[in-house]
């Protein structure tokens, strides 16, 4: 089930990739800027600024899920089948189904039409989420099939999932982009609906292997972006980490903020502004003291 494929993506790994976004993840973080990938199965969503109230969608939806109110469209998502109906009416495709099934091959397919873009930047494939771990028969089988067409790949993954599936991937992967978001574990269940103990535990593991390693820290206004929480994060990756080759520091985005709303979901962070440049300065300037190959990105406002 995959809700996704960004082609020409540069942030998702080295060079230019192609990543293929899978359905469903165990974790419930406050700022998800995904959410559309939070649940297993297909998700309707409505797009306020393509509709043209055309109310097609309205008269092929059998059982009537859907109104159009004068504050949008309602969907009533407990009578709502996900049949697609509506969104194949609607001309504008305001209406869109998120989330289909594919098969490794046509995955393939799509990537291998960008190669020669992968063979001049040194790029290749990544997997995201949602979480790849979430399908793992699925994501071995696919991975299998671009490392026979020769194609380098990332697995960009939370940690929370049980280590035989990353033992079993790990002969298909050429670089592990792990998360790590909240050291202190009370304050990791609250804020992310889960324990970290497995995703440290996983880390250690991948290092110990050997995996290549890029951490990915998102630094969330009121979240992350503590410099407790910062320096506490790179300790443990200076300390028990020896396979990392790179700690990103990525922006706060509000992406997740409009997605949300489409998917009647709630979002914590609310009308919270981008961070400044000097912010992510300071949390660089902190995180490369302790772990030099720091680096960070991102949207700022100023």
């Not at 790849?132 to 026979?148: I, K, N, S, V, Y």
Request: charged share 25%.
């Amino acid at each position: 089930m995959i809700f996704n494929v960004q082609r020409f993506s540069t942030g998702d790994g080295p060079g230019i990739r192609t990543t293929v976004f899978f359905k469903g993840c165990p974790l419930r973080c406050a700022w998800c800027h995904n959410p559309e990938g939070l649940r297993p199965g297909p998700d309707l969503m409505w797009h306020e600024v393509r509709c043209i109230a055309h109310r097609a969608c309205l008269a092929a939806c059998a059982p009537a899920a859907l109104e159009l109110t004068e504050q949008g469209m309602r969907i009533d998502r407990d009578r709502c089948d996900l049949c697609g109906k509506c969104a194949r009416a609607c001309p504008a495709a305001a209406i869109e189904v998120v989330g289909r099934r594919r098969t490794p091959e046509s995955l393939l397919e799509e990537a291998l039409r960008d190669r020669v873009f992968y063979e001049t930047s040194g790029g290749g494939v990544t997997v995201s989420g949602g979480e790849p771990m979430q399908q793992p028969d699925f994501l071995a089988a696919f991975l299998r099939l671009c490392r026979g067409a020769g194609l380098h790949t990332a697995v960009d993954t939370c940690g929370a999932a049980p280590w035989d599936r990353y033992e079993a991937i790990l002969p298909l992967v050429d670089l592990v982009m792990l998360d790590l978001k909240i050291m202190d574990d009370a304050r990791h269940r609250e804020v992310v609906g889960a324990s970290n103990a497995t995703i440290l535990e996983n880390a250690r593991r991948l290092a110990e292997r050997g995996a290549p390693i890029w951490v990915r820290t998102p630094v969330i206004p009121g979240y992350t972006d503590g410099a407790a929480n910062i320096a506490e994060i790179g300790r443990f990756i200076r300390d028990a980490l020896g396979s990392v080759v790179r700690w990103d520091l990525l922006a706060y985005t509000n992406l997740g903020r409009p997605k949300s709303r489409r998917l009647d979901m709630p979002y914590a962070p609310g009308e919270a502004p981008l961070l400044t440049r000097d912010q992510m300065d300071s949390v660089h300037r902190l995180a490369s003291s302790i772990v030099p190959v720091a680096r960070w990105s991102g949207a700022t406002r100023g």
